[in-house]
């Protein structure tokens, strides 16, 4: 039997589960469709850095109690290289700071947010497709368990993330792609350690690029470059632990509770509308992590959406819909670009050349010893202010 709902939603990460928190809070009816169980979604270790914006956003809607209480606040950042570290202070240049707080720990708290509202969430669905979404009377089908089901909405928000069916729905002839993928990745870890410091730290190395960041006091997340196809079966513990001591210049060991590599790339697809269909986060645009705006993306389009959908439910006025793709758009080229600069300027490209060596630690140097070009990465890194 059909069922209806005014937004129907593909995905519960960050993006689906804050529309769907907003609409509800706005009156508006959704249904959310996730393939993954709820145990996946909420083990899924991913993002850890929120803007001050993101942090503004939870705690405005509701959810940023567990935020506010074990979230750590963070007014400054470290970058070395060449041996010497050098502080951005992120608060004294822009009155804001960053907070690290688990995605998935953002996500639980979204989940547990919905199911209270006993409003649908539906688990491990399967073969979700997209029907309509040039006309006024969209639709989602989809099979749970052997059995076939449809949802008549009036609008569609893919937040299926970069592999979901949404952004594939769209018309080809509509779609534009921009895409860079770059030739290197992460190796991720999460270690029962104490942070090395307490703040993140960038490090620029000639071996390649290291970050080390943190999920709380005990509890330490380390990125180091490596190769875009990494095996990890090649990086034991123990080699883990030597190259990051040879990039940052100092590591706390401990054991390692999780280890992935990340692949890096840079995508924009645009428009993220077509019809009565909207895409938001990694569905639109994906950045290299070395910026940590994916997340803080998907909120600041899952903003604006929020805001054109009640402005249609409540008046019937598209005008803010019909401008979705152009707002966020703006913010996400200027968001790719701050992330490609961090990416470009502190990991090492393949083949040896030591023009580009020192062009990079030249560009640190002017950064460093530049109070202008300090205040205007942290203002990127803070996050800049919202449209909507
Ligand atoms: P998500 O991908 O989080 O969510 C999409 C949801 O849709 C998922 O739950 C998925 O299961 C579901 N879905 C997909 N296909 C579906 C289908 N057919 N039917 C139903 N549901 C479907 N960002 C940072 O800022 N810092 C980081 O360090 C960082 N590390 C990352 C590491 C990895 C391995 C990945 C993949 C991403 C990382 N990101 C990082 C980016 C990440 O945080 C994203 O920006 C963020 O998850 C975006 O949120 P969503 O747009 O909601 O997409
Ligand atoms: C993280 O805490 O996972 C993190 C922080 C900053 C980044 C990337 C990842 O640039």
Redesign the pocket.
Known sequence: MPVRTQVGIIGAGPAGLLLAHLLHRAGIDSVVLEDRSRPHIEGRIR???LEQGSVDTLVEAGLGARLLREGLAHDGLELRFEGQSHRIDLLGLTGRRIT?YGQQEAVKDMVAARLETGRPLHFEVEEVALHDIATDHPRLTWTKDGTAHELHCDVIAGCDGFHGPSREAMPPEVLRVYERVYPFAWLGILAEAPPISHE?IYARHADGFA?A??RSKILS?L?LQCAPEEDLALWPDARIWEALQTRLGVVNTGKIIRKGVTGMRSFVAEPMRHGRLFLTGDAAHIVP????KGMNLAVADVRVLAAALAAFFRTGDTALMDRYSEICLKRVWKVQRFSWWMTSMLHRYSGDDPFEHRVQVAELDTLVHSEAARTALAEQYVGLPYDI
């Open positions: 993002a850890g850095l690290i993140l970050l960041t943190m997340r990125y992590p070395t910026g940590a």
